[in-house]
């Protein structure tokens, strides 16, 4: 049984290897919805990667569909947020879209925390911690058995300056636990979408956007999202003009 799954393994990665370098082989060629399809196929039998959302980013922008461009894009830099190229091409598509929504500014401080928070996972963060914390309690250890009254005192300032490193990082780890179960976001994939006041059809308009504007989910109601602009500005949308990115 093993065996046969331990195959069965092997045949999909080279299925999925196959499909890979055929949706690449489309692109090449300029067969860009043939490449999407190819693509496709591979998420819809469970794997995912930032290099495969890359490419997908890529062929709908070569199609002129920015908002699925910029969706597949920013499902790139969630799997891999130092993917450079990524990066660079969600610039270009982003300036391809009607509206320029403008950043709320921050701090020098809060822009770093934010940076160094986000640097890498939470979960990447908390083993680093754990990591720091075993070396503490290494020369921790070393300390309270060396004999040598000056060795035990370097043991004991490195002990110290690990742990404080420790609680550091752990608390960076925390904050970006805050900032990923905070951070929902979604891209509007529909044209002149209204944003209301209150969730439901009878309220104030505040504003209009275009598709492939990215908004954060703040919360939901039946059929309703509030969700809210880099900007700051806030408004209910129905769940069926966005696609959340998570």
Do not use: H
Not at 90 to 107: G, K, Q, W, Y
């Amino acid at each position: 049984m093993y065996k046969f799954l331990f195959f069965s393994l092997i045949i999909l990665n080279q299925n999925l290897t196959t499909l890979f370098d055929e949706g690449n082989s489309f692109y090449n060629n300029g067969n860009y919805e043939q490449a999407i399809e190819k693509y496709s196929s591979i998420i819809k039998s469970g794997y995912e990667s930032s290099e495969l959302y890359y490419n997908l980013g890529n062929s709908y922008y070569k199609l002129n569909d920015i908002a699925n461009s910029i969706f597949y894009f920013e499902k790139s830099l969630l799997l891999d947020p130092n993917n450079l190229q990524s990066k660079n091409n969600l610039s270009f598509a982003n300036n391809m879209t009607i509206d320029r929504i403008e950043t709320v500014p921050v701090n020098q401080i809060a822009k770093f925390m934010s940076n160094l928070s986000t640097l890498f996972k939470y979960q990447q963060w908390f083993y680093v911690a754990l990591f720091i914390e075993l070396i503490s309690v290494v020369f921790f250890v070393l300390y309270l058995f060396n004999k040598n009254p000056n060795t035990k005192r370097k043991y004991f300032s490195i002990s110290i300056s690990f742990f404080i490193l420790f609680s550091v990082v752990l608390a960076i780890s925390f904050n970006s636990k805050s900032i990923s179960d905070k951070y929902n976001p979604a891209i509007i994939f529909e044209n002149r979408i209204a944003f209301k006041t209150e969730p439901n059809e009878r309220s104030e308009q505040i504003f209009e956007l275009n598709k492939g504007t990215k908004v954060n989910i703040i919360d939901d109601v039946n059929e309703w999202s509030l969700v809210e602009l880099s900007n700051g500005s806030k408004g209910w949308v129905l769940k069926s003009s966005f696609q959340p990115l998570k």
